[in-house]
């Protein structure tokens, strides 16, 4: 497991635990050592990723983030000034670098969001989007992100041959 998800992991149990500051403590811990912003307080699921360690990430203290869910470095999850909500990512989404998700929008199950975009408004289910302001290029995708992946080195691997 990645050093960065398993000081928030400990964070997030005290901050479950009502013991806020020793979980802020972990918050920092992790701004300070591997530059990325996960506050303990932060709801996220089962097989998190933050690749590169989450490098220069930073993701708002209220966040809710499903299962499966892979966020590369340089992404920022937040809210605009006027809003009082953040988004909300749900299970099996991938978010490539560099990708700003701000608002009071959810992003559905089973997206994938292409290196620098901007998601300003709510994602439905099983798309593909990219660009800023971003577009939807896929729809109704039901492959996940990590199957498309192992097919992708099937295919890499029958070139080979």
């Known amino acids: 497991m990645n050093p960065a998800i398993s000081v928030y992991r400990t964070g997030n149990w005290f901050y479950r635990k009502n013991l806020k500051k020793i979980a802020n403590i972990f918050s920092y811990i992790n701004r300070l050592f591997f530059s990325v912003w996960l506050p303990s307080s932060v709801s996220i699921g089962k097989n998190f990723i933050l690749g ?3 490098l220069g990430t930073v ?3 209220d966040t809710k983030i499903g299962n499966n869910v892979s966020i590369d470095h340089n992404v920022t999850i937040g809210r605009n000034p006027k809003d009082s909500k953040v988004p ?3 299970d099996d989404v991938y978010i490539a670098t560099g990708s700003v998700i701000i608002g009071e929008i959810s992003v559905g199950n089973n997206v ?10 709510s ?9 800023n302001p971003f577009r939807i290029i896929e729809k109704d995708r039901s492959m996940k992100y990590y199957e498309l992946d192992v097919n992708l080195q099937k295919v890499v691997l029958k070139r080979k041959i």
């Open 52 to 54: 590169y360690g989450g």
């Open 59 to 61: 993701i708002h203290s």
């Open 88 to 90: 909300t990512i749900g």
């Open 112 to 121: 994938i969001i292409g290196a620098n975009s901007l998601i300003n408004k």
């Open 123 to 131: 994602v439905p289910d099983n798309c593909t989007v990219v660009g």
